[in-house]
């Protein structure tokens, strides 16, 4: 009886092992919230445009991020009211790297300029 509840107990703990979301997923699903919270915040008219990559190639995909990255702190609040959330999502949105991306010979340059909702949208396309 003892080695079946000990089995039991084993086999229950490592199914919730085997079931919880690991630390690296959980943070790219906040920075995903926090790039749509962004979408409604940023300020789009007259704003700048930014160098906006789109389906990066996978060995091309640390040169996207850095570009993303860049943008990122080029992005201006709709309204002052926002200001301080705004920054919040920034800082959260800016920690965002990818290891074992690959490096290509492209720039931020290469790609095509778009406004920030634009930029925004394939940040989060790229994420996931």
Known sequence: MKRMIIFCMLFLCS????SATSPRRVK??????KIEQLEAMVKDKD?????TPENPV?????TAVSCFRKGIQKLKP??????????KA??????FTCR????CDS?????????????????ANVMK
Request: hydrophobic share 30%.
């Open 90 to 95: 920034i800082r959260i949105v800016s920690i």
């Open 15 to 18: 199914t919730m092992v085997l």
């Open 28 to 33: 790219y699903k906040q920075i995903h919230k």
């Open 107 to 123: 720039t931020c340059e290469s790609y095509e300029k778009k406004t920030p909702k634009e930029f925004l949208k394939s940040f």
């Open 58 to 62: 996978e060995g091309c995909l640390h």
């Open 47 to 51: 704003a700048e445009l930014l160098h």
């Open 78 to 87: 709709a309204s002052s009211q926002d200001h301080e959330e705004f920054t």
């Open 100 to 103: 074992d991306c690959g490096k």
